[in-house]
């Protein structure tokens, strides 16, 4: 009987720290839940004081509105945006410089190409070539890649885009 009281006396010890640590833990979800309420309230307080003649369905109404609004928006933008792009494939947005000698006596690389191009292979090629009879320059077209003028190896190097 003895050894009966003495297990009861534990099990009633290993209950009440037991019970302890569940009130501990209780405690401290009481005091997080509390906190959590506390800012709800002032976040209530401060929508309360944004809305404080408005119904409901106006401000949701004034809302769906702007949202609307803005989505209008946004679509005019996309297209400004798409306009741009299309613009910017023909406008030149490379440029290619080379100097050269024209001839073997020619050592101070006088003459040059100059070429401007755009993503459609459209391009400007202006060449000077200079040589003891003189200075000549030259101005090419270039549509859609291909040009009416035959072009030399230094206009079609100032036209690579890959550079």
Known sequence: MGFLMVANSNNFYVLLIVL????????IISIFLFS???????KQK????IIEDESIENLLYKALRQQ??????????????ENIKEKQKRSFDKL???RYNVSSEDVDNLSFSVGLSNEMKDALVVTGL???EGDKIFVKH????????????????VLNRKN
């Open 142 to 157: 270039v549509s859609e890649g291909s040009s009416d003028i035959d072009l030399c190896d230094e206009e079609i190097k």
């Open 96 to 98: 290619g410089i080379l």
């Open 36 to 42: 959590k309420v506390e800012k709800m309230k002032e």
């Open 46 to 49: 401060v929508l309360s004081k």
């Open 130 to 132: 200079h040589s003891e």
């Open 68 to 81: 609307e609004e803005i989505a209008f928006e946004v679509a005019a933008i996309k297209n400004d945006v």
């Open 20 to 27: 302890l640590i569940l009130l501990f833990i209780f405690g």
